[in-house]
């Protein structure tokens, strides 16, 4: 008799973690009774245009004011102009893709599968050529101010009746100087206080852009991760003065409420510090044909929720009226895998 009724709790404790856990998967923004859906916004990296991306419908599906890539638009690794242009066109040219851009706004940043160097920075022997080819993909008119100055940083601003959210878009290739490579292998590269991730004219820029902000939010976008720096891949974590460097800019700035959006790992996760007392985000979205499914685990001390290690995007609804932000990761089949609100 006791084994029966052992029997009987462990199936209705099976049934309930099914359950739950079915919930999740299957839940959306709409069934958060307490979150209003003002504006929405959705991004990801790591787009390899020799795979097939499933998730284009599902990311218009929820119909967002704009689409940011975060860098990896595509995959070609070369110093061949030609070639360089040929891998772009080729996603140009995808039917599927073709759809995708034609019915959402874009804007995008590059990384370094899509500059032409893996891991490369300012040594790129191609880089104005690249700059060039990578703005023609966006068609990009002639009279864009990314076509007259080196760099594809950039920023521009979305709105919603009175309230807007700035987009600052970043350029963490063009400029950077070169990462220091671990010795012992343990790890692919080593902190270093020396050397820059965005150049004196960017950072220049940048300050600007800050201390002229008005917007409701602002979302800086780093194809690379900026919080997250534990791993010894690229991140800005490599440079921690550079880490410091923004950090100042925000605290001295006019900004009011800044999320950073990376990608580059071919993982999901939200990370989570405070800057003078306000809060700063940063979700990583990457993954978008090929994610790190053999993921296993490493450290990040300021992470928040469960790493998502399958193809996935991410979606920022803002809720401006309450101050507040949804953050969500969602995969193929658009099903739920992990999501996060911010009080601001």
């Known amino acids: 008799m006791k084994r029966?009724?052992?029997?009987?709790?462990?199936?209705?404790?099976?049934?309930?973690?099914?359950?739950k856990k079915?919930?999740?998967?299957?839940?959306?923004?709409?069934?958060?009774?307490?979150?209003?859906?003002?504006?929405?916004?959705?991004?990801?990296?790591?787009?390899?245009?020799?795979?097939?991306?499933?998730?284009?419908?599902?990311?218009?599906?929820?119909?967002?004011?704009?689409?940011?890539?975060?860098?990896?638009?595509?995959?070609?690794?070369?110093?061949?102009?030609?070639?360089?242009?040929?891998?772009?066109?080729?996603?140009?040219?995808?039917?599927?893709?073709?759809?995708?851009?034609?019915?959402?706004?874009?804007?995008?940043?590059?990384?370094?599968?899509?500059?032409g160097v893996n891991d490369g920075g300012?040594?790129?022997?191609?880089?104005?050529?690249?700059?060039?080819?990578?703005?023609?993909?966006?068609?990009?008119?002639?009279?864009?101010?990314?076509?007259?100055?080196?760099?594809?940083?950039?920023?521009?601003?979305?709105?919603?009746?009175?309230h807007q959210v700035k987009i600052i878009v970043l350029d963490t290739r063009y400029f950077r100087t070169a990462l220091?490579?671990?010795?012992?292998?343990?790890?692919?590269?080593?902190?270093?206080?020396?050397?820059?991730?965005?150049?004196?004219?960017?950072?220049?820029?940048?300050?600007?852009?800050?201390?002229?902000?008005?917007?409701?939010?602002?979302?800086?976008?780093?194809?690379?991760?900026?919080?997250s720096n534990k791993h010894g891949f690229e991140s800005w974590g490599n440079m921690p003065h550079e880490v410091e460097k923004l950090k100042t800019l925000l605290t001295n700035s006019n900004v009011k409420n800044t999320i950073i959006i990376s990608g580059d790992r071919h993982i999901a996760e939200f990370s989570k510090t405070t800057v003078n007392g306000k809060a700063l985000v940063d979700f990583t979205s990457s993954g978008l044909t090929h994610a790190y499914t053999a993921f296993h685990g490493e450290e990040n001390p300021y992470r928040i929720t469960e790493v998502i290690h399958q193809k996935n995007f991410g979606l920022l609804y803002f809720d401006f009226n309450k101050n507040q932000v949804l953050f969500e990761i969602r995969g193929e089949d658009d099903v739920l895998l992990e999501q996060y609100t911010e009080q601001y």
Request: one cysteine or more.
């Open 122 to 162: 300012t040594e790129n022997p191609i880089k104005q050529e690249a700059q060039q080819i990578y703005l023609d993909f966006l068609d990009a008119p002639k009279e864009d101010a990314r076509r007259k100055h080196e760099g594809v940083y950039y920023s521009e601003t979305i709105k919603q009746g009175k």
């Open 4 to 19: 029966i009724i052992l029997l009987l709790l462990l199936t209705i404790s099976l049934l309930s973690c099914t359950t």
């Open 180 to 227: 220091r490579k671990d010795p012992s292998g343990k790890k692919r590269y080593l902190t270093t206080n020396t050397g820059t991730m965005l150049g004196d004219v960017q950072w220049q820029w940048l300050s600007n852009e800050l201390n002229n902000d008005t917007a409701d939010f602002t979302i800086i976008v780093s194809s690379i991760q900026f919080l």
């Open 22 to 115: 079915e919930q999740k998967n299957n839940a959306t923004s709409d069934e958060n009774p307490s979150f209003t859906k003002e504006l929405t916004i959705a991004f990801g990296s790591c787009n390899n245009q020799r795979k097939k991306n499933t998730l284009y419908s599902s990311i218009l599906a929820h119909k967002p004011a704009t689409w940011i890539w975060g860098g990896d638009i595509i995959y070609s690794d070369t110093d061949n102009p030609k070639e360089l242009a040929k891998n772009y066109n080729k996603l140009k040219q995808d039917s599927a893709y073709s759809y995708f851009k034609n019915h959402t706004k874009i804007i995008a940043t590059w990384d370094d599968h899509d500059y």
